[in-house]
């Protein structure tokens, strides 16, 4: 066992997401090596980023959801052997399965993201969505996941998380106490520029953030302009891409380069991001040190960083179009520009110096 090293493990790098970005920052900020399933091309090039570490990839990369999450789970299960070299392990994600390879003596803590909420809270929606005559094997694939998610907490050490709202959720659904540690910004990157006329989304096209919708309001909003920047993995492209076609108001963009994110938010009028009960969500917090405001929803983690008509707008969590157009509308090219200072204070709250200090605190 190699006791001046830490390992971070993480279910996928397969898109760039918060939570990617999240444990990019953390394995910088340890000295860390990062264990993942895979780490794919549609994700952030961790070298490019600057991370420095080892880079172990469990398995090869699988695109289709459900045997993506059963081929992984038993990777980790059965490919993390060399957990033992380790002290100290961080797990991340839906990787928390490795636990039974490492040594007694190391000091195991979880990352908890949310509970599997697949488990849990939105076990129903999740069975909704399986095809009928598959439901029963659904189900006892729940039950076994269940058993074992559970089982694995009990040899866990410490438990951190990314908001109040996941911490009370954990509590409900688990019954275990656990440290908030919110995922910081970057505020030496992500700075105001100048202000353009256009609306910016940088969520994962994925049904849970709701990108059709802003999508739908701006189809309706014909003198407003919205950029949405995707990713190539994302679940819900094709969907996007068909529902904007032929608004010229409305601009698809992938970057090649992640550099080009500071770029698009520094000059952007005001972002947009409204998923459906939020873990924390790093985007609000990263437009606001970008100086610019936010519309968001008005639950989950958000309500935790966005400060309603100060640093952003709060639209009711059922998103109905209309919500997205009267918020829209609210944020005035003016309005943006008077929130702007209160943007970049609240930002700072959640930055990198203080969230390194912590991070070391707890892990060391």
Excluded at 79 to 86: I, N, P, Q, R, V
């Amino acid at each position: 066992m190699n006791p001046s090293k830490i390992i971070i493990l993480h279910d996928t790098f397969l898109y760039k997401g918060g939570g990617e970005r999240l444990i990019l920052m953390m394995g910088k900020a340890l000295n860390a090596d990062i264990a993942s399933g895979f780490f794919s091309s549609g994700s952030f090039n961790l070298r490019k980023e600057g991370f420095t570490g080892k880079m172990i990839s469990i398995s090869s990369e699988v695109f289709t959801k459900g045997f993506r999450h059963i081929k992984l789970k038993y990777n980790f299960m059965f490919g993390t052997s060399f957990l033992k070299e380790y002290e100290t392990i961080i797990f991340s994600g839906d990787s928390i399965s490795a636990v039974r390879n490492c040594n007694l003596e190391s000091k195991k803590i979880y990352y908890c993201h949310t509970p599997p909420r697949y488990l849990y809270d939105l076990h129903d929606l999740y069975l909704k969505k399986v095809p009928f005559l598959l439901r029963p094997v659904f189900k006892l694939a729940c039950i076994v996941f269940k058993h074992l998610y559970e089982n694995d907490l009990k040899k866990i050490d410490v438990i951190l998380t990314n908001s109040k709202n996941t911490q009370d959720r954990i509590k409900r659904y688990l019954g275990y106490d656990s440290q908030v540690l919110y995922p910081p910004v970057d505020t030496s990157k992500f700075v105001y520029l100048k202000q353009d006329d256009y609306f910016l989304s940088f969520a994962r096209l994925a049904d849970a953030k709701r990108v059709d919708r802003i999508v739908e309001a701006f189809i309706k909003l014909p003198n407003q302009n919205l950029k949405v920047i995707y990713g190539k993995n994302d679940p819900q492209k094709d969907k996007i891409f068909s529902l904007a076609q032929g608004y010229p108001n409305i601009e698809l963009v992938t970057l090649e380069d992640n550099d080009l994110l500071y770029t698009y938010l520094g000059n952007a009028r005001a972002s947009i991001y409204i998923p459906i009960d939020e873990d924390f969500g790093m985007s609000p917090v990263e437009s606001m040190s970008a100086g610019k405001p936010v519309i968001g929803v008005n639950e989950g983690g958000l309500k935790e960083t966005i400060i309603h008509e100060k640093t952003g707008f709060l639209i009711h969590p059922k998103c109905e179009i209309q919500d997205i157009m009267d918020a829209v509308m609210y944020l005035s090219p003016e309005k943006c520009l008077s929130m702007r200072t209160d943007c970049e204070d609240r930002a700072d709250t959640f930055g990198l110096e203080s969230f390194e200090t912590e991070l070391q605190r707890l892990v060391h």
